[in-house]
Structure formats: C-alpha cells, structure tokens
C-alpha cells in the first residue's frame, strides 16, 4: 500500500486533526500550568529574599552599620571561593554608592524590587569545562540612613521548574502527536484495505464478473454492514442482469425464428414469382424488408451486449496499427468505385489494449459512414497515433458537408438519424455501436468540424 | 455425403432436409437432443448439423460429449444467438463452423461443403495452383502463365482463401469471416468490390477467367472452361 495514498485517506486527516488538537491543547494546558507554577514560586521567592533582608535589618536596628556589614561580610563568605551562583546573595553599599560588603559586584544604588545576572555555575554541575551558566538574581534593596541593603535569591529553581515542565510537556506532546498519527495511518490503512478491496471488485463486476461479491476484511462494525448491503445491492443487480438477459436471448430466438422463416419464404416465392412481374418486385422489396428488420434487431443485440461488458474477458494487447492498415487497404477500393479520395496516417506500433474484432467493427463503421455520408470527390483521413499520454488515438476526418453543431450530440444515440438521410439505408445504429464499443474500451467518441466536414474521434 | 442434422423446429428442419436431398446428400434428421447424441455416436456421418438450442441434451453439450468420446466428425452449429460469445463457445467446444439464423440455405450448403471435404489434415502446402495460377507461399508471390502478378496483402489473402477452396463456391460471408474477421454485415459492398479488384488482376489481362461469381451465392475458383 503507498504510503502518500495511506497520507491522503480521510482517517489519517482525521488523526492528523485530532494531533493538532491535542497539541494545542497541550500548550494551553502547559501554559497556564507554568504560568501559575512561575507565578508562585515567584512569589515565595520574594517573601525570601524580604526575610533575609528583614533578618539584616534587625541587624542593623541591634548592631548599627558595623554590625550590619559584619554580618553581610560574614554571609557572603559562605560562597566565597565558590562558583556556584545559585542561592543567596547580598550587597551593601553607602550613601556614595560604593561596596562596603557583599558577594555581588557594586549597583547602582536603588529602592525596592530589581534583578541582576550573573554569570557562573548555575546547575550545580562541578565539572571545570562546564560552560558557564546565566542566572538571574531577584533583588530587593532597602534604603538605610548610611547606605544600601541590597539581598537576593537566585532564579534557578524557578528556572529549572520551567525546563522540566518545558521539556515534560514538549515529549508529551510529541509522543501524543505520534501515537496520534500512528493511529491515523493505522485506521488509514484498515480503512484503505476496505476501500481497495472494494474497488478491485467493483472493477471486476463492471468488467464481466457480476458474481463477484466483497470480501469481509474486517474493517469494523460500520464498514462491515456497509458491505453486506453492497453486497446484497450487487445480489440484486445480478438477479436483474440475469433476467435482462434472459429475456433479450428469449426474444431473440422468439422473433428471429419466425422472421427467418419468413424471410425464406419469402425468397422462395421470389424465385417462384415470374420474372418482371409486379408480385415479383414486391417480393424482393418484402425480403429487403425483412432483412433490414432482422439486421437492426441484430445490431441492437450487438449494442446490448458490448454495454453488459462481458466482452472484455477477451482483451488483448491489439496492434491497432496493423489492424488499421488492413482495414484502410480494403476500404480504399471501396472509396475509389465513390470517387473518394482514401488518405492514411498510421503510426506503426499503435496498440490497443481490447477485443479485436471490436476494434475492427468500430474502424469499419467510421469509414463506412466517411463513405456513404461525406458524398463524391471527398477526401477522406483515417489517422491512428498515440496522444499526449501514449494512449492510441483514432481519427476519421471527411471534407463533406458534416454534421450540425446542434445534431452532433443527437447522432451517437440509437436510432437517430439526420433528416437528409433518413433516405439512405442504415439501421440508425451506427455510431450508437461505435460509441459503445469506445466505452467498453473505457474511450469516448467526440464529433467536431473539420470545416468543412466532419472529425470522428476516438480517445 | 452422409449429414446428420440435429433441429427441433420441424419447418426448418424440413426445409433443409428437402434441400440438402435435392443436392444429392443422405440426410438423417432428430429433433431430441439425447437422440442425437446416440445417431452421430453410432452413424458415420461427414457433417454434423447442430442447433444450439434443443430439447434434452443442448448442442453445445452435445458436441463436447462427442469431442471426449474421439468423434472427430466435423460439427457445423446452427444458432439464433448471434452474440461473440457464444460462436466462441461454440468453436472452442469443438465446433469447426459456425452459422446464425436467419441463413440462406445456399450459405449453409456451401459452408458443409466445405467442411466435408476438408482434408483431414492439410499437409504443408508451399505452393497453390488453379490451372495456369499458381501461388507460392514461401516467396508470397502470385503468376499465372509465369507473369508474375503483384497483389496487395489483402488481395494475396484473399486468393489464398480462394485457392484453399478451389472448386467449391465460398460464399460472401464465408469470405467476411475468414478474410477479414467481419463478424458482422458490412453496409458497403466491400467483398464485391475487394473481389472484382483481385478479379482484375488475375482474370482480366488473360485469356479465360478462373474467379466465377455464382450468382446469389459467392464465387468459386476452377480451372474449368
């Protein structure tokens, strides 16, 4: 099965839907989820670094500023000689705003909330090589009368919340929208296996095969019952197919019987009749009669047949360029006795994937009709090429007096005729037997000018 | 010639009988298909008529049983199907000819003639002579009295059928199947015209024509004055 065929089935756009959705909703969810989370922890953060600096204040209320800067001395050297940038950090700066005390580089002084960042071993990781890391540091900075308090606390844990929420919810969605296209190409492909038996038997039915019957490949309850309902319309179809044919081969043989019978009798009066006489002319024209209705009723049994399709149990590769030669070969003289021009364009090597004797019939009818209806001194084409797509083309383009624009499409049904020749004989079924032989063979016949005259076209 | 026709329609059936005898041929006749099957089983019969349609056993049955028994008799079916399929189903059953109703009775005449005296296994002709004609069909070349006659494929094909059935009629339909694989009727006078074509170039320019018409029937190729 292809895999851009099982991309293009309906189930896997649903799936891709529902991982688009879910993806969405993941993000939605992983949002305010770190939202909320930052939001808090934010806030704890900052009752600690107010904490530290209340401690120190306290400090500074007992010890005067003395007191203050050793205790802040005393902190800072806690992570003196460190890296580590995570944790707690302090700055004490007087009124002229230079360092006193203090792990963090000299501030700008400032009055209540700010930030800073430092550079530094930010994950704990001890390795030397380790690149270093950023942090950010939430400060808050209280103004005393000798100077600048300033504590903080490190963002990491804030920081590292966020990667592993970040990171959890990206490999969860990920691994949903996976899972979820997985099962879409699964169902895809359940469904497309449905699908392709159904068509496969489908073809089949169409081509010949009317007993075929789908097969139950197990696609689920509601894909099941379809099939059984298909299957009973293909059951009814057959009983109808069945009693059609029934009834075309029993008035076949009810009413050709008889009218063969006729038609023998007829010509034995013909030649019992003395010759010149008026009964004996009017039995000649009742045989041609009955001959003409016995040929349309055969043409019409014809057309019958090739439209049940049974004939394309035997396709074959045909070599329409042969089978074209040949036949333009006999008709040429035909032409000639018509004062008619006979051109060909054949391109050898044409084929046609069909029923031979069909094909034949078809090419004969065209030129027949090039023949009898384009009239003396014409010039007709017949041209056999391969199209655009390698597929055999037929052409039959006349010079005579064609076909209205407004009668073409009449022309193809059964038993139309065009008023100027309803004196010629024909049964009217013609191009009626042409077009359905183009359809078993899956072609179309399509009428145009050839200003003048007509183009008789098979694709 | 001996022929056996197996028909269920009695006015068809007579009216073959009377013409066949009036050809100078035996003609056993039965209507019943399991009867049939007994008489072409037991008689030495040169054609076999069958219908298609009959009572009791039906002809294509008929000539299958007959064909696994070794009954090689040469088997013409008479039908009013006129579907492929059918005349397909028919050949490969092992019918040798193949004819739809309505017939002239002419038409069917000729086309047992044509298989009764069908040699039982043509021997590999490489040549084909009719009087002064003479058709090689190795080189594919066609004289008469040693002037050599060019001919178009068609007409070679033609001749040959012909030739094949030097001295029997081969009637126009005959010609349309074997010649063209026509299974249907033409509207233009295609196999007259094909025929006066061949006509003028091997008659024509000689002394006497060997390519008859028999009129209403076909044409037959002899060497008779």
């Given at each position: 099965m292809q895999l851009n065929r099982v991309l293009r089935g309906q189930p896997f756009r649903i799936g891709l839907r529902y991982a688009a959705l879910f993806a969405v909703s993941m993000v939605l969810v992983g949002g305010v989820t770190l939202w909320r989370l930052t939001g808090n922890m934010e806030a704890d953060l900052r009752t600690s670094v107010m904490e530290e600096s209340d401690t120190l204040q306290a400090v500074y209320r007992q010890e005067g500023w003395d007191g203050l800067t050793d205790e802040v001395a005393i902190e800072s050297s806690l992570s003196a000689g460190s890296d580590d940038v995570r944790g707690t950090h302090y700055l004490l700066l007087d009124r002229r705003g230079e360092?006193?005390?203090?792990?963090?580089?000299?501030?700008r002084p400032f009055s209540g909330w700010g930030s800073t960042t430092l550079i530094g071993?930010?994950?704990?990781?001890?390795?030397?090589?380790d690149d270093p890391d950023v942090v950010s540091v939430v400060l808050h900075s209280t103004e005393l009368s000798q100077g600048w308090l300033i504590t903080g606390i490190s963002r990491h844990g804030i920081d590292d919340m966020q990667e592993t929420v970040l990171s959890a919810g990206l490999w969860g969605a990920g691994a949903g929208v996976l899972l979820a296209l997985l099962g879409g190409v699964l169902m895809s492909r359940t469904s497309l296996r449905w699908v392709d038996a159904v068509n496969q038997t489908m073809d089949e039915i169409m081509g010949s095969n009317l007993s075929r019957r789908l097969p139950n490949v197990g696609a689920g309850k509601d894909l099941d019952e379809l099939t059984r309902n298909i299957n009973r319309m293909l059951d009814r179809i057959e009983e109808l197919m069945v009693g059609l044919r029934q009834v075309t081969n029993d008035i076949a043989h009810d009413m050709r019987t008889p009218l063969s019978r006729l038609k023998q009798t007829l010509e034995q009066a013909v030649t019992q009749a003395?010759?010149?006489?008026e009964s004996r002319s009017l039995l000649v024209k009742s045989v041609m009669e009955t001959r003409s209705i016995l040929e349309t009723f055969d043409a019409l049994l014809r057309i019958a047949e090739i439209e049940a399709g049974?004939?394309?149990?035997?396709f074959a590769d045909v070599d329409l360029a042969a089978l074209a030669e040949e036949i333009a070969e006999t008709y040429r003289p035909v032409a000639e006795d018509h004062d008619q021009h006979f051109q060909t364009e054949i391109e050898p090597g044409t084929t046609l994937y069909g029923d031979r004797d069909l094909l034949g019939q078809m090419l004969v009818n065209l030129i027949e009709n090039a023949i009898q209806y384009s009239g003396t001194g014409s010039t007709m084409h017949l041209t056999v090429s391969r199209g655009d797509n390698g597929a055999a083309e037929i052409a039959v383009l006349d010079n005579g007096p064609g076909i209205p624009a407004a009668e073409r499409a009449r022309v193809v049904e059964r038993f139309y005729r065009l008023e100027k020749s309803r004196?010629?004989?024909?049964?009217?079924?013609g191009l009626a037997l042409v077009k359905a032989i183009a359809a078993l063979h899956h072609r179309r016949l399509v009428l145009a000018d050839n200003h003048p005259g007509l183009i008789a076209r098979i694709l | 010639m001996n022929l056996l026709l197996i028909e269920d329609d009695a006015e068809t059936a007579s009216y073959l009988v009377r013409g066949f005898q009036e050809l100078g041929h035996v003609v056993d006749r039965c209507a019943d298909g399991r009867e049939g099957l007994l008489m072409a089983g037991a008689g030495q019969y040169d054609v076999l008529i069958v219908d298609r349609r009959l009572p009791g056993v039906d002809g294509l049955q008929i000539v299958k049983t007959l064909r696994g028994a070794g009954v090689a008799t040469p088997v013409l079916f008479l039908t009013t199907m006129t579907a492929i399929d059918d005349r397909v189903e028919g050949l490969a059953a092992g019918g040798d000819d193949y004819l739809v109703k309505p017939f002239s009775f002419e038409e069917l005449a000729a086309r047992v003639n044509a298989l009764g005296r069908r040699p039982p296994l043509p021997p590999q002709e490489t040549a084909l002579r009719v009087g002064p004609l003479e058709m090689d069909l190795v080189t594919r070349t066609v004289s008469r009295d040693g002037v050599k006659i060019e001919l178009q494929p068609v007409e070679f094909r033609l001749l040959e059928y012909l030739l094949r059935n030097r001295g029997r009629v081969v009637t126009r339909t005959m010609l349309m199947e074997r010649v063209w694989s026509f299974q249907f009727e033409p509207r233009t006078s295609v196999v007259e015209t094909n025929v006066s074509r061949l006509r003028a170039k091997i008659d024509k320019p000689f002394d006497h024509p060997l390519l008859r018409t028999v009129r209403g029937v076909g044409y037959v190729i002899d060497a008779t004055e």
């Open positions: 360092k006193v005390a203090g792990d963090l580089s000299a501030l071993n930010g994950d704990g990781d001890p390795d030397p090589d003395e010759d010149g006489s049974a004939r394309r149990i035997s004196t010629t004989p024909g049964s009217g079924l | -």
